[in-house]
């Protein structure tokens, strides 16, 4: 029998498609194509291998930006929640950069480091990394003092209390810091094809929007959260396979 969250899952995107559908039989614009027609252009591009060849590109600056997002983010968080001072001097760079327009600073980082990868993983790192210092400072600042007053009664070192007892206790915002950097990062690599060079899946947005393929560009756009959707699903279950005791309670008891 299938349980209730898959089915209010299903119900949702049911909902969504279903709204999808009616939208672009209405119309509410020439240019709203039907769910099924977008279908139809996401299985053409498949069949012809093109959406593969667009993501080879387009995962480039996506893996390697989100990758040092997340390697230098969650040390930064880590750095700037156990310290005060820290937390003054790199706090305001963070917040700064997640209030920024990214569309303004696109022309910058075009001019100083050109229109290749540097320059897109650059736009997937000023997305993403913002979101995962911050959390991850806020989870570890937050982390209650009495369980590491109890690791100091016994005796704990430093490192011990940061990596027993502050680590596993953060895991849970620091995990959903990182899903929200990730999503971030997605934003950021396909607004970098689109305002840096056409390539991968920003190309076959824009191709499509100048020929008025409208089925092509949404199936496309769909695809990218699919993706997402994917990736967000797997991050959790890393999550819980490493912090299982957080499920259960234990870290907030």
Sequence with gaps: MINRPLALKLLSAFIVFGAWEIAGRVPVSFAFPTFIESMQALFRLTIEGTIFTAYAETLKPL???????????????????LSQRF???FSPIFIVMQAAPLAALIPILVMAYGIGLTSKVFVVCIMAMPVIVLNTASAVRNTPAS?????????????????????????????????LGISAGFIGAILSELKITPTGVGDIITYSRSIADYPSMYAAIFSIIVLAV???????????????GNNRGYVSD
Excluded: H, Q, Y
């Design 147 to 179: 369980i590491k007053d109890m690791g100091k009664s016994f005796l704990a070192t430093d490192r011990d209390i940061v990596l027993k007892i502050v680590i596993p206790a953060a895991s849970p915002v620091i995990f959903s810091g990182l899903r």
């Design 230 to 244: 994917l990736f967000l699903n797997l991050l959790e279950r890393i999550e819980d396979f490493l912090f299982e």
């Design 63 to 81: 893996v390697v930006g989100v990758s040092i997002s997340a390697f230098f983010g969650i040390g930064m968080g880590l750095w700037v929640g």
């Design 87 to 89: 937390e003054w001097l």
